[in-house]
């Protein structure tokens, strides 16, 4: 109890800057509790504690059972809140949310936007995550919006940031054509295809989130797998 | 505990899409737990444990204790952020939160637009959620905005979806007048009277979404009373 | 256990508007429950309750473990919405959030903008906050914005609502001069300084919500200090 207790001291001591000053604890990877709370209220299971019987036949501290109507109703809440966050500008796909910014940036620029937020440019990784790409396109009527991908002359191919080759695709017919000789970048159109454009220009700055992204905002987010899978693949 | 390790077991099972693979836990209605959590933070009510003499006069334990912190904290975490998300797009009234989409769309692309997001199109049941509603067609200032309700011809009057009668109307003078023989949608104009006028014509897109709001985003709100209200005569 | 009882009947009568019939149990200042939450994720610091030994070496409640993971997903989940929602136009520094609205009111309009919403005009105390508000008129593009602070006559310099003396300042060279004899309210520039305006001209318009701000939506902040940084104060 006084490790707690001490752990609990050295938590309070008031940052200057949000981050200052806290003691992390180990954790086990969480995405099984992602699965518990985002999904839909008629999918919340949680025991029905109400001081009397609980799950498990034995009679429940009240204090717990008053504990888990908070909890409830929070994530309640919580699921309302986030469909109205993400209407209109967001769609949520699994652990990512893409959300779109309103304004057109070259794509260093966007990607700094990105990153400083949290996020980063968004790299579909799958139809289901293209096609909700698309709608935010159709949606927000500002032209077609950058992806995270570009060309690497290293590999001869075109990446994800961090140089991991692509799991998924979707070129428009003839696509990607180096058209001019400097398109380093993508773009994804109103129909959902892709096109290769030069980096230079300015496209819709659409950005990604995920339930366990990485922290430290101001850096473009780090090499390496696509970080709302490594969650999924931490898990084993 | 077994059974309840089990549960757990099969909730943390990777999804391919969200929802798939989890169990639902029978619950009770939980419009009270509503109540506890979306009060002002003056009225967030939770008993202070912290380690010492708990509201029922014994020591209380130090994770619970330490627990409570956490729900206290999220709570008044999600109370600032739930004002942030709603400024200035959105109002909120009651179990309802109204948002403003910032385009227009004929009436059945508006009808989808919020049923995609998880909501559906406004019914105003009170003076106060029509204030509340009347107050975004201000802000947005982007012309009047549809409402959900629609002239049926079976019923000879208009009605919400699903087909009840309205429990409050706000036409403006001599309205509904179906000037033309074909305005069998509604709009709410910036004073907040209501006008009939024809389903083709592109207003200003305004979803509500609801608390305890059914699942299923891709469809159209399903029949029968406002499921903002259905929450709070299940209550009893 | 029935005192406990008793208080969840009396919150969950149903409110004919948020905030009737509730009872508010005396609370402890929650700075430090802010801490513990706001972090980001890899400063979540929960202890890892499943069912086997605790952190205190005992076996613990399988329920309270189950209820440690739900509310480590909500604060997973929540931190991630945090990112969402304030891309792209918020700013968090510390308890304060900074919101831009896309639109221009003069100075008592938006004052009101901020109260109606829960929030106040923006008070930016150092170099940090100010640079946010800096960031946020650089992204919205639409031109300069208002600060809460005015001139009193009475006291014969600007104040902040309520009258405190200022505690930061960022001025342009020679500012303010009072140009025409009319400048009684305050601008931020795109490059982050600071100059004297009518309060009648319309600048874009920036509200500020606090993590621990004062309910009573509908009325201007409370004279006296900055309400987030008076949250710090109450800690000791």
């Not at 888990?68 to 109703?73: F, L, N, P, S």
């Not at 180096?178 to 220009?201: A, L, M, Q, S, Y």
Request: net charge negative; with cysteine.
């Amino acid at each position: 109890m006084l490790l707690l207790l001490s752990v609990l001291v050295l938590l309070t001591q008031p940052p200057t800057s949000w981050g200052a000053n806290v003691t992390t604890l180990p954790q086990k990877p969480l995405i099984e509790n992602c699965t518990l709370v985002t999904c839909s209220p008629l999918e919340i299971g949680l025991p029905d504690l109400d001081g009397k019987e609980g799950p498990l036949g034995e009679k429940e501290d009240p204090d717990i059972a008053a504990l888990w109507r908070q909890v409830k109703a929070l994530q309640i809440a919580f699921l309302q809140y986030k469909k109205v966050e993400l209407f209109p500008h967001g769609r949520v796909v699994g652990q990512k949310v893409f959300k779109a910014a309103g304004f057109q940036k070259p794509f260093q620029e966007a990607q700094q936007v990105c990153a400083q937020a949290g996020g980063q440019l968004p790299s579909p990784r799958s139809e289901a995550e293209n096609h909700a790409l698309q709608q935010l396109v159709q949606v927000e009527d500002k032209g077609n919006a950058f992806l995270s991908m570009t060309f690497s002359k290293v590999e001869g191919r075109f990446t994800y940031p961090g140089g991991e080759s692509l799991v998924y695709t979707n070129w428009a017919p003839w696509e990607p054509n180096n058209d001019g000789g400097n398109e380093h970048c993508v773009e994804i159109f109103t129909n959902g295809k892709w096109n290769d454009r030069p980096c230079g220009d300015k496209r819709l700055v659409i950005c990604e989130f995920c339930a366990l992204g990485l922290g430290g905002a101001a850096k473009v987010q780090e090499a390496g797998p696509d970080p709302c899978a490594a969650n999924m693949t931490r898990k084993s």
